[in-house]
Nanobody
Framework: QVQLVESGGGLVQAGGSLRLSCAAS????????MGWFRQAPGKEREFVAA????????YYVDSVKGRFAISRDNAKNTLYLQMSVLKPEDTAVYYC???????????????WGQGTQVTVSS
């Protein structure tokens, strides 16, 4: 089992930047990929980005391409999401998750963090 703890959320003005972190512990060797998801009030959970733990291959939802960057530090067992040019539409609770395959469906991730709130004001 993988334990995940997110940090770095907060309040930022439109156009600003934030970096989210996700510290992983436990059986990280069993995870093929880690990803970021978000959920805004009244909306479904949405895939944001994913990265393969060993090779570092990345994939992004179209709405964040060119603005967000996912990365990882294997030695520190830490996942990051650098968010730039933030928009009010990015406001949501952001979750990190781990899976044993290369997926974008949240139902296929079996380890989750507690979430961190990101609020972007106009």
């Amino acid at each position: 089992q993988v334990q995940l703890v997110e940090s770095g959320g907060g309040l930022v003005q439109a156009g600003g930047s934030l970096r989210l972190s996700c510290a992983a512990s436990g059986r990280t060797f069993s995870s093929h990929a880690m990803g970021w998801f978000r959920q805004a009030p009244g909306k479904e959970r949405e895939f944001v980005a994913a990265i393969s733990w060993i090779g570092g291959d990345t994939y992004y939802v179209d709405s964040v391409k060119g603005r967000f960057a996912i990365s990882r530090d294997n030695a520190k067992n830490t996942l990051y999401l650098q968010m730039s040019v933030l928009k009010p539409e990015d406001t949501a609770v952001y979750y990190c998750a781990a899976s044993d395959g290369w997926y974008t469906d949240y139902a296929l991730y079996d380890s989750w963090g507690q979430g961190t709130q990101v609020t972007v004001s106009s």
